[in-house]
Nanobody, 115 residues
Framework: QVQLVESGGGLVQPGGSLRVSCAVS????????MKWYRQAPGKERELVAY???????NYADFVKGRFTISRNNTWNTLYLQMNSLKPEDTAVYYC?????????WGQGTQVTVSS
């Protein structure tokens, strides 16, 4: 089992920055990829970024150059640094861990970008 708890969401002005975190516990050694998803009201959940166990990262086109996914050395915290935020980044952000054959999800943290 893997447990995920997001934190760090909030209200930020357009152009601002925010970092959300995901505390990871349980069978961390079984995780081979960790991801950030987001879901805006009335829209489907979409993949924002992922990081593989070896450290390679990938980003959705709509956040490239603005967001950075990272983790600490022990894998027990996952981060998403968000810069140059836009109103369209407003969503609930979810942490996801893939530990085959299972997928684990956190409860989400709300990010609102508004003036």
């Amino acid at each position: 089992q893997v447990q995920l708890v997001e934190s760090g969401g909030g209200l930020v002005q357009p152009g601002g920055s925010l970092r959300v975190s995901c505390a990871v516990s349980g069978r961390i050694s079984s995780i081979n990829v960790m991801k950030w998803y987001r879901q805006a009201p009335g829209k489907e959940r979409e993949l924002v970024a992922y990081i593989l166990s070896g450290g390679a990262t990938n980003y959705a086109d709509f956040v490239k150059g603005r967001f950075t996914i990272s983790r600490n050395n022990t894998w027990n915290t996952l981060y998403l640094q968000m810069n140059s935020l836009k109103p369209e980044d407003t969503a609930v952000y979810y942490c996801n861990a893939v530990s085959p054959p299972k997928n684990y999800w956190g409860q989400g943290t709300q990010v609102t970008v508004s003036s």
